[in-house]
């Protein structure tokens, strides 16, 4: 960035949000993993947070959601407090936050991720301006992972284009606990027509937070095992990327998905957050995949909405399976069309009516690293 940029003030970012595949499961110390995790963002699902800095007033945050005083501003101001021992300068301001979100709170999809990722990206944006780092280089999106990461695990995954990794493990020397990386280099073209259809089963809140389910994993029975599943399955999905093997993205992905609500299921206390109408659609998906031979498969997260997973080439003969078999199964017959997106787009502003991207910072700088 250029040398008079150190007064920039204010940073507006969009940020998708991401559903994981190998299932990112239990913490210890600050919000690091347990297992390593890999996802992909989304494209329509996205939150655009604006961040401006000011000296004025004694408010250390104020927070609007959909240009209204939000109710977000104390975990915010709690955020900042905590990331402000990375980032000295924040105990020098105060913030006016503005937020917004391309989905509905009840559409199951993690909004945190998408939330703090675009709060991270602002507070890159506004750290590399005053420390005058370059914010074209790699490490611009290391430091945005990791500040996501501070605020919400998996929001780490979701400050890169396509699919992303998150947690050390065998496969990359740059893997870490601290951030995520981003695995674009390499990945098969097939996934490029990745789409995703969230089938909507319940729209109520969900009877177990991130949180309270992440500490399930503390004494669980079947810790040491689930550990060891993820690393195996990180490994074994990066390859079917990388060589296109749909049989093995399916068989992963599904049973991670069903690993996760295991764990819950046998954890104390013991949550089922999954209902008949998930079950349904679970059987339905897996009988069509067997008698129309088309690649498709499920996720779930930490609720009973159904991810169903297939690609661009199958569209037309799955969106007439959803609407002749599985919409009778979703809340008032909703579900939404996503897709693999392209990551994170640096905005002019969220809160006016002007929202484009500026397209300052090097969107293609975040390399991956692979182990010879
Ligand atoms: O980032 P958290 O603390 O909301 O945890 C997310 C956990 C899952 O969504 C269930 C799995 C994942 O890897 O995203």
Known sequence: MSGNSKHIHRSAWRCPSNIALVKYWGKRDFQKPMNPSLSFVLQNAFTETSVELHKNGDQKVAFYFDGKPGTFGERIEKYLEHVSGKLPWISKYNFAIHSQNSFPHSAGIASSASSFGALALCLTELDFAMSEKDAGTPDFWKEASELAR????????????GFALWGQTQLFE?????FAISLTAGIHPVFEGLRDAILMVDSGTKSVSSST????????????????????NVNELYLALLTGDLSKFIEVTETEALSLHAMMMTSSPSFILLKPNSLELINRIRRFREKAQIPVCFTIDAGPNIHL??????????????????????????????????????????????IRNTGKIDLNSQPATRKP
């Open 150 to 161: 501070m605020g919400s695990g998996s929001a780490c995954r979701s400050v890169y284009p």
């Open 174 to 178: 740059s893997g870490s606990d601290e």
């Open 213 to 232: 389910g992440h500490r399930l994993m503390d004494n669980h029975f079947f810790q040491r095992s689930r550990i060891a599943q993820a690393y195996e």
């Open 309 to 354: 997973l297939y690609f661009q080439e199958n569209e037309l003969d799955v969106k007439a399976f959803i609407e002749r078999e599985l919409i009778q199964f979703c809340e008032n017959g909703k579900w939404m069309e996503d897709r693999i997106g392209g990551g994170p787009e640096r905005l002019m502003s969220v809160s006016g009516s002007e």
